[in-house]
Nanobody
Framework: QVQLVESGGGSVHSGGSLTLSCVAS????????VGWFRQAPGKEREGVAT???????TYADSVKGRFTISQDTAKRTVYLQMNSLKPEDTAMYYC???????????????????WGQGTQVTVSS
């Protein structure tokens, strides 16, 4: 059974950095896509950065150049390095996994049935 456990959230000032980690058990990277999503109060869950079938990375326009997603397959861990954080990045961040997610839907939460418990990121101005 797929299990995802996130860690690394916290509170930082604008311009600061955080690294999120997601330990993904029972995930075969060749057939699964794993990604980071975020949800602010009153808003839908949005895809931030994803790794498609273990090799193709995609980013939301709002985080390009600031966030980097990576994985360590030996540790079964997916990371999200977040630099130059802004107050609008404040949200609950979730790690999601889905099998055979279409590339064109890679940032749609609807195609990711497995989720971690989430980790809060708060950026103050």
């Amino acid at each position: 059974q797929v299990q995802l456990v996130e860690s690394g959230g916290g509170s930082v000032h604008s311009g600061g950095s955080l690294t999120l980690s997601c330990v993904a058990s029972e995930v075969t990277y060749r057939t699964y896509s794993v990604g980071w999503f975020r949800q602010a109060p009153g808003k839908e869950r949005e895809g931030v950065a994803t790794i498609y079938h273990g090799d193709t990375t995609t980013y939301a326009d709002s985080v390009k150049g600031r966030f980097t997603i990576s994985q360590d397959t030996a540790k079964r861990t997916v990371y999200l390095q977040m630099n130059s954080l802004k107050p609008e990045d404040t949200a609950m961040y979730y790690c999601g996994a889905g099998r055979n997610v279409p590339l064109r839907q890679i940032r749609s939460a609807l195609y990711f049935p497995y989720w971690g418990q989430g980790t809060q990121v708060t950026v103050s101005s």
